[in-house]
């Protein structure tokens, strides 16, 4: 027998093992975006996220930026820092059916700080013990999105379509200092797309708080339209507000001047008689859940210049019928990829402070008041 033939004969015999080929733990799924993975067993997606954020405040409470102690010496009030961690975690789920995407969102927040007020002393005439130095500690949890949506339908804890819809206020922290809406409500919405620009929605609310929940089986109603196209949008929403029985909308124009500017412009009129009667068994002092602003008509502008790839300059100024005025301007930078650092500069002139039917909607304790806040905010 031949070397050869010997050779043959044990690679003949030889046992080939395959390498195990290696193991998938988690499978991608790129339907709806980057980040979404398969839930093992399922035709699932899910996606988690969230942001990391750090504030911190100074300057006056009416500009929503500062905050007042007492003095541990001699207790007296004095201005101290206004900060706030938050931890935001949210979840995104999306599943192709017969009857469209099935999606889901939530968006759970936990927050620990002072807060933007003022201390108070205890009342010897009550049996509560109101002391309050304002001091720093785990503030609520909040659940402010967890809503189910199949096709354009959608229903459970959402922000008010009244400021979705439209597109909120700009890119500014603080862009309630004349307020556009109130925004938690369980919802019953159903939002229409054309594909060519044109869409629509109409949405059941409940409401919030003690002004905004509704009283009876009649809920508040919403609706808007959007003209969107290459050069900017058109929006306008309406809302009747079932506990005052008033109604309120806003008309919004959206101009994109340029890949770096982007400009904007919104007004919003309500009737509020009732809103105003005193004589009601819950008073709402002239603010409803939808007409927040004071008196009639409001204004808001603002826009958007982008210098560069990293760094964005972002005003708002605001001003409603009752003579409230709020400008607020930021710069935000992107130090790294989902890294930003803004500081902002805010302002509130209260036009009626001196007057005895003022109605104090940043618990201003002078007709102007001043701020600055300097925001740090990891997203994932």
């Known amino acids: 027998m031949t070397y050869s033939a010997i050779s043959g004969a044990r690679a003949a015999d030889a046992v080939v093992v395959a390498e195990p080929e290696p193991a998938e733990y988690v499978k991608i799924c790129d339907v709806y975006g980057a980040g979404y993975f398969y839930i093992p067993g399922t035709e699932t997606c899910l996606r988690v996220g969230g942001y990391v954020r750090y504030d911190i405040g100074l300057g006056d409470v009416g500009s929503f930026d500062g905050a007042k102690s007492f003095d541990h010496e001699d207790g007296d009030d004095k201005s101290t820092w206004y900060k706030n961690a938050r931890f935001t975690l949210k979840t995104w789920t999306g599943q192709e059916t017969e009857l469209g995407t099935l999606k889901t969102y939530t968006e759970t927040r936990f927050n ?188 808001w502008g603002g826009g958007t210049y982008k210098f560069n790839e990293k760094t964005s300059f972002n005003a708002q100024i605001s001003y409603d019928d009752w003579k409230n005025l709020g400008v607020a301007a930021n710069i935000a930078y992107d130090v790294v990829p989902g890294f930003t650092v803004t500081a902002e500069v805010d302002y509130l002139n209260a036009g009626k402070f001196d007057d005895a039917d003022f109605s104090n909607w940043t618990n201003a304790d002078k007709k102007s008041s001043v701020g600055g806040l300097l925001r740090f905010q990891r997203t994932f």
């Open 112 to 299: 620990f700080g002072n807060r933007n007020g003022y201390p108070s002393v205890d009342d010897p005439a009550t049996e509560a013990d109101e002391f309050n130095n304002n001091s720093a500690g785990n503030k609520n949890v909040s659940l402010n999105f967890a809503w189910i949506q199949l096709g354009g339908l959608r229903v459970g804890k959402d922000e008010s379509a009244f400021d979705t819809f439209i597109g909120y206020a700009g890119n500014v922290i603080q862009d309630t200092l004349v307020p556009y809406g109130d925004f938690d409500t369980n919802v019953v919405q159903y939002y229409f797309d054309a594909g060519n620009g044109f869409s629509a929605v109409l949405s059941l609310e409940e409401g919030s708080g003690l002004v905004g929940t509704i009283d009876s089986y009649v809920p508040h109603v919403v609706g808007g339209v959007k003209y969107t196209q290459g050069w900017g949008a058109i929006t306008g929403v309406v809302a009747y507000d079932s506990n005052y029985e008033e109604v309120a909308g806003k008309v919004r124009l959206d101009v994109n001047v340029s890949d770096a500017v982007q400009l904007w412009v919104m007004g919003g009129y309500g009737t509020d008689d009732n809103l105003s009667d005193g004589t009601w068994a819950i008073p709402a002092g002239g603010r409803g859940f939808y007409k927040q602003w004071g008196g009639n008509w409001a204004v």
